[in-house]
C-alpha cells in the first residue's frame, strides 16, 4: 500500500467556520498575533491568551468536519495515510483520520507553564480538558499554572523531526490549504523523494516552484475532489 502524506493548513479548517489567523477578516486582525500566539505574549498576560484560547475552544465545539476532512480519512482505504496538520483543531480526527500529527499543538489540550513539552517530545504531562475554559489559577498536578497545549511564537516546533520522517517516506505528497509562510512547516516538501510526485491544493497562489509539483487552484473540498480524480488517472 502507497504511503500517502498529507500535510494541512488553515484552508481547510476555514470551511468548517473555524477562523483562521491571516485570511482577510481573520484573527489577526482582530488581535495582535505577538499578543496572543507568542510565548511573550502569554508571560505578559496569561489571562488574555487563557482567554483567547476559551475562545477558540468554544468556537470548535460548535465546527464540524467538511467535505475535505471527511475525504482525507476516505483515503485511508486505499492508501496508507498520515496527516500532518499546523491546525490545533480535532476536525481531522472526529472526520475519522487515524493518525493525525499535530506541528502546533492542539487547542483541546494543556499542560504545566513549567513543563518541558518546548524541550522535549514527552507529552505526559499533557491534560485533555476537550471544549471547556481554563482561567488563570488553574493549576497542573505539579502546581504551576496550565498553558494551552500550543506551540507558540518563539518557541520550538518539537515534531518537526517526526514530520520530516514521515515525508522523506512518502510516495505521494498532499499539501492542503497551507500558505507555505509558516516554518519550518513551510520547508517540508523539500524532504519528499525525488520521485514523489506533490500536489498543492489552495485557492490562492502558493509560493512552491518544484518541477514535481502539481497544482490544484481551488478550496480545500473542491479541490480533493479533484485530487482523487488525478489518482484515479494516474497523473
Not at 499535530?102 to 513549567?114: A, D, F, M, Q, S
Not at 515534531?159 to 492542503?176: C, F, N, R, S
Not at 520521485?195 to 518541477?211: S, T
Request: net charge negative; hydrophobic share 40%.
Amino acid at each position: 500500500m502507497k504511503k500517502l502524506v498529507i500535510l494541512t493548513g488553515a484552508g481547510v479548517s476555514a470551511e468548517s467556520g473555524f477562523a483562521t489567523f491571516r485570511d482577510t477578516g481573520g484573527l489577526w486582525e482582530q488581535y495582535d498575533v505577538n499578543d496572543v500566539a507568542s510565548i511573550e505574549g502569554w508571560y505578559r498576560n496569561r489571562k488574555l491568551v487563557l482567554d483567547f484560547y476559551n475562545q477558540r475552544r468554544a468556537q470548535l465545539k460548535d465546527a464540524r468536519p467538511n467535505e475535505a476532512h471527511l475525504a482525507m480519512a476516505r483515503l485511508e482505504k486505499d492508501y496508507k495515510v498520515s496527516v500532518i496538520t499546523q491546525n490545533v483543531d480535532n476536525l481531522h480526527e472526529r472526520a475519522g483520520s487515524t493518525y493525525v500529527l499535530h506541528l502546533h499543538g492542539e487547542l483541546t489540550k494543556v499542560r504545566p507553564e513549567n513543563g518541558l513539552y518546548d524541550r522535549t517530545e514527552s507529552e505526559a504531562e499533557v491534560i485533555d480538558v476537550g471544549y471547556r475554559p481554563v482561567h488563570l489559577g488553574d493549576l497542573a498536578p505539579n502546581g504551576s499554572q496550565l498553558r494551552p497545549h500550543i506551540v507558540f511564537f518563539g518557541e520550538a516546533v518539537p515534531h518537526i523531526g517526526k514530520a520530516i520522517d514521515l515525508v522523506e517516506e512518502a510516495d505521494i505528497l498532499l499539501i492542503v490549504g497551507s500558505s507555505l509562510q509558516v516554518y519550518p512547516a513551510a520547508g517540508l516538501y523539500r524532504y519528499a523523494p525525488n520521485d514523489c510526485p506533490i500536489y498543492v491544493i489552495d485557492p490562492k497562489p502558493v509560493p512552491i516552484a518544484d518541477p514535481r509539483v502539481t497544482l490544484i487552484t481551488d478550496v480545500a473540498t473542491k479541490g480533493m475532489i479533484r485530487f482523487r480524480e488525478l489518482l484515479s488517472s494516474g497523473k
